[in-house]
T-cell receptor, first 113, second 110 residues
Framework: EAQVTQNPRYLITVTGKKLTVTCSQN?????MSWYRQDPGLGLRQIYY???????DKGDVPEGYKVSRKEKRNFPLILESPSPNQTSLYFC????????????FGQGTRLTVV | DAKTTQPTSMDCAEGRAANLPCNHS???????VYWYRQIHSQGPQYIIH???NNETNEMASLIITEDRKSSTLILPHATLRDTAVYYC???????????FGAGTRLTVKP
């Protein structure tokens, strides 16, 4: 089954404690991206990757890092989380062909206290 | 900024067709129109997409105007489970980006 898997689904952490949210896809997609969703602001892109070892900033990259060492994985790293990073996070993947759909993970709800 | 404009909310009676409009007046010739929906806080779910021709699948129909400046998503027989936020998105050919706007909150009522 084609899917994008995020872990963990829920996480409560403290300010400053580094964390990683993993994202994995099984469709051999070249393109992967991370979004955050906040009430009233919709989904905003954090980072994206067009292929292995190629990453670029989205609209709200501050406070986040990503890596793309292999095609299937695209982890989101918060080196020093702060309360304003409390949000719902989604990972997505797609083929580079615009005529194919993008798949989204089920989301990670992060709370930073 | 999102390249699309949608009404904030709409209601639809169960069993009737739901017609959700979207304006995308700045769309480029090779950009696709995609529709996704989000139920509660689940991951966005793909519905349908098109370039310039009308499209239909098992979930919905997509009508794109000839000038491609607007489109309408049609759910032919809405059910209570279709209550969700529906997003119309223009897919950026430069970076494959999908810019989500605020979407339309569709409420299907019994």
């Amino acid at each position: 089954e084609a899917q994008v898997t995020q872990n963990p689904r829920y996480l409560i952490t403290v300010t400053g404690k580094k964390l990683t949210v993993t994202c994995s896809q099984n469709m051999n997609h070249e393109y992967m991206s991370w979004y955050r969703q906040d009430p009233g602001l919709g989904l905003r892109q954090i980072y994206y990757s067009m292929n292995v070892e190629v990453t670029d900033k989205g609209d709200v990259p501050e406070g986040y890092k990503v890596s793309r060492k292999e095609k299937r994985n695209f982890p989101l790293i918060l080196e020093s989380p702060s309360p304003n990073q409390t949000s719902l996070y989604f990972c997505a993947s797609s083929d580079r062909n615009l005529n194919t759909e993008a798949f989204f993970g089920q989301g990670t709800r992060l709370t930073v206290v | 900024d999102a390249k699309t404009t949608q009404p904030t909310s709409m209601d639809c009676a169960e069993g009737r067709a739901a017609n959700l409009p979207c304006n995308h007046s700045t769309i480029s010739g090779n950009e696709y129109v995609y529709w996704y929906r989000q139920i509660h806080s689940q991951g966005p779910q793909y519905i349908i997409h098109g370039l310039k021709n009308n499209e239909t699948n098992e979930m919905a129909s997509l009508i794109i105007t000839e000038d491609r400046k607007s489109s309408t998503l049609i759910l032919p027989h809405a059910t209570l489970r279709d209550t969700a936020v529906y997003y119309c998105i223009v897919r950026d050919y430069n970076n494959n980006d999908m810019r989500f706007g605020a979407g339309t909150r569709l409420t299907v009522k019994p």
